[in-house]
């Protein structure tokens, strides 16, 4: 299955200049600015996650290893840590990181079949 264009770079992000911290936003225009920008970036560091999925369905062997509750309890449990650390509350970062995952999971199997589809 080939890869596309966008997964044989390495990352390199890109945003719009950040021009106020929240503390200094004095209205919405502001607050919506920095919002959109933050959001551009998450698209961009959410795609190159994706990406990796497509390559735990390419290594995996097994169907059956695509859900991995252990690792999804692994990856959960270091989220938290780091959003306790930069002040995420976890009633936020947790279930994000679970809908995240599920989806994620969702997208491997579909690949997965894929890949195993394309190889018959």
């Given amino acids: 299955m080939p890869s596309d264009d966008h997964s044989q770079s390495l990352t390199h ?6 021009r106020k911290s929240s503390d200094d936003c004095a209205d919405m225009t502001d607050v919506r600015y920095e919002v959109d920008r ?3 970036l998450l698209v961009e560091v959410i795609a190159e996650r994706v990406t990796y999925m497509t390559a ?3 290594i995996k062997q097994s169907r059956d290893r695509v859900h991995d509750q252990d690792r999804i309890e692994d990856v959960v449990a270091k989220v938290l840590a780091q959003a306790k650390d930069h ?7 947790e279930p994000i990181w679970r809908l995240m995952i599920d989806r994620c999971i969702a997208y ?11 190889d018959t």
């Fill in 13 to 18: 992000y890109t945003s719009t200049a950040r």
């Fill in 38 to 40: 933050l959001d551009r």
């Fill in 56 to 58: 735990a369905a390419r």
């Fill in 87 to 93: 002040g995420l509350p976890a009633e936020i970062a």
């Fill in 108 to 118: 491997e199997y579909e690949r997965w079949d894929e890949i195993r589809e394309s």
